[in-house]
């Protein structure tokens, strides 16, 4: 059975600082998602990682890909409020109609 | 810019009544999905659709639920006798046949007395 994890699962910053969001996952994985959740809303797509080696930027986040090592990293440079949400990353097994296994997500505060 | 549309936004009911949860997908798109939230907990997998029947389904998706898409665009999620469990945010997704990507609705927040 496939395994998701990430760490932190709680992260509480500054802002300008930065930091690095975690996400390990059990088996190969063909997929890999990034999320970002706001309080009672819906899951907003950041990145989508489709091979070893892939890095993806968007202004202040910057994700990457080792499947090798099974970790994607969710990089957060220079970090300000409207940052502060909870991130998920999610894993892909492609299939007919191939699900995601989602991670326990990273509640991330970003305070003033 | 299309979107995933669910219905209600907050349904409440019951314990032992049932629900009907409503979505409408993409209008293109072919694979459909539901998951759900328990609240502060992660996202989880609750059964996929394709070419008008069930791909595959988690241990969750149990005989109290099923899944139907009875026109050419409404799929909706049953749950035929509710718990206290079943309450959660109920997200449903599509995907189109050429992409990868799922694209995920507003969620219905289900709360079960």
């Known amino acids: 059975e496939l395994k998701v994890e990430q760490n932190p699962l709680f992260l509480s910053m500054q802002e300008g600082k930065n930091y690095t969001i975690y996400c390990n996952y059990s088996t190969t994985s063909d997929r890999l998602y990034w999320y970002r959740q706001d309080p009672g809303k819906s899951l907003e797509s950041l990145f989508v990682l489709l091979s070893n080696g892939a890095v993806k930027q968007e ?8 499947t090798k090592a099974r970790l994607s990293t969710l990089h957060i440079t220079a970090a300000v409020h409207d940052l502060s949400a909870t991130y998920f990353c ?23 | 810019e299309p979107e995933v549309t669910q219905t209600p936004s907050h349904q409440v009911t019951q314990m032992g009544q049932e629900v009907i949860l409503r979505c409408v997908p993409i ?20 059964v996929s659709f394709y070419n008008n029947e069930i791909s595959e389904k988690s241990e969750i998706f149990d005989d109290q639920f099923s899944v139907e898409r009875p026109d050419g665009s409404n799929f909706t999620l049953k749950i035929r006798s509710t718990k206290l469990e079943d309450s959660a945010m109920y997200f449903c997704a599509s995907k189109g046949l050429a992409g990868y990507e799922q694209f995920f609705g507003p969620g219905t927040r289900l709360t079960v007395l």
Do not use: C, P
Not at chain 1, 59 to 66: E, K, N, T, V, Y
Not at chain 1, 104 to 111: E, S
């Open chain 1, 59 to 66: 202004g202040r986040l910057m994700a990457s890909l080792d």
């Open chain 2, 27 to 46: 209008s293109n798109h072919l694979y459909f999905y539901w998951y759900r939230q328990i609240l502060g907990q992660k996202v989880e997998f609750l």
């Open chain 1, 90 to 112: 999610a894993v892909e097994i492609i299939g007919t109609a191939s699900k995601l296994t989602f991670g326990t997500g990273t509640r991330l505060q970003v305070t003033l």
